[in-house]
C-alpha cells in the first residue's frame, strides 16, 4: 500500500472521495488534514465546530492533523503556512494525498502547482463525474449530510440547516450545482458506511455574516476579472455537539 493523507473538509464531497479511496485504491490514508480557523476553533469556510470534526475522525478510526489559521489571514500567510505544512508531511514520507475536487479547473491547478513546489502529487477520485449522479450515489450509501453554510447569493436562508435527502434537492435553484461544487453551500456528514458510529448533534442558531473582500490586489483572487462579484454574505448554522 502507497503512503497517503487525505484533505479533509467534513463535508460530503470529502466523505465520497474518502469512501472510494478506502475502498478503491492501492492507497493507504494514515490521516485527515483539515484547516481550522484558530480565533473561533471551526473548520474553515464551512463554520463547523472543532468538536464535531474531532468526533467525525473517532467514528472514522483515521487520525486527524490540524493546520491553524487566523480568522482574517491573507493569501500570502496562508500559502507560506501550507508549504511549511506541506514539506513537514513530507518528512514523513508522503508524497500523494486525495481532495475530494469535482470540477473546479482553476482550484485543482492551484492545488496542483502548490502541491508540486513540495514534491506531493494530488488525487481526486471524484474528478469530472456527473455531480447529480454522485450526490445520488452519496444517498443510496447511506450517507447522511446537513448543511451548514449556504452563500447568500445563491440560497436563503431556508437552505442552511436542512438534511441533504431528495426534497433538498428538488428544492434546489436551477443556477445551483447540485453538490454546491461552485460554493453554493457546504455540509456536515454525521453518518454513512465510513463512520463506526453517527455523530451526535443539535441545531443551533442561525447567522448571517458578510466579508469583505481584501483591499490588497494581491489579494484579491479576482482581481484580473473586475465582473465577477466577490462573494460576500453567508448564512451559517451552528451544530452543538450532543
Known amino acids: 500500500m502507497i503512503k497517503a493523507y487525505f484533505n479533509w473538509s467534513s463535508g460530503k464531497d470529502s466523505s465520497l472521495a474518502l469512501y472510494k479511496t478506502l475502498n478503491q485504491s492501492d492507497y493507504q490514508v494514515d490521516f485527515l488534514l483539515t484547516n481550522i480557523n484558530k480565533d473561533v476553533q ?47 508531511i513530507l518528512k514523513d514520507k508522503y508524497q500523494h494525498c486525495f481532495f475530494g475536487d469535482i470540477f473546479l479547473e482553476d482550484l485543482k491547478t492551484y492545488r496542483d502547482s502548490k502541491l508540486s513546489e513540495v514534491g ?90 458578510t466579508y469583505q473582500p481584501s483591499k490588497n490586489d494581491d489579494d484579491n483572487c479576482f482581481q484580473k476579472d473586475k465582473k465577477v462579484n466577490w462573494d460576500t454574505g453567508f448564512w451559517y448554522c451552528d451544530l452543538i455537539p450532543n
Open 42 to 88: 471551526r473548520v474553515s469556510m464551512h463554520g463547523l465546530r472543532e468538536e464535531l470534526l474531532e468526533a467525525q475522525a473517532a467514528s472514522i478510526g483515521i487520525p486527524l492533523r490540524k493546520i491553524e489559521f487566523s480568522g482574517n489571514v491573507t493569501m500570502k500567510e496562508y500559502d507560506e503556512t501550507m508549504k511549511v505544512s506541506m514539506e513537514s
Open 120 to 209: 506531493i502529487q494530488g488525487l481526486y477520485p471524484l474528478w469530472k463525474q456527473d455531480t447529480k449522479a454522485l450526490l445520488q450515489e452519496f444517498l443510496d450509501l447511506g450517507f447522511k449530510a446537513i448543511t451548514v453554510c449556504v452563500n447568500a447569493q445563491y440560497l436563503d436562508k431556508s437552505f442552511v440547516g436542512r438534511v441533504i435527502d431528495e426534497q433538498f434537492i428538488k428544492d434546489l435553484p436551477e443556477n445551483v450545482d447540485v453538490c454546491g461544487e461552485n460554493g453554493e453551500f457546504h455540509t456536515f456528514v454525521f453518518d454513512g458506511p465510513i463512520f463506526k458510529n453517527s455523530i451526535e448533534f443539535s441545531i443551533g442558531e442561525k447567522v448571517h455574516k
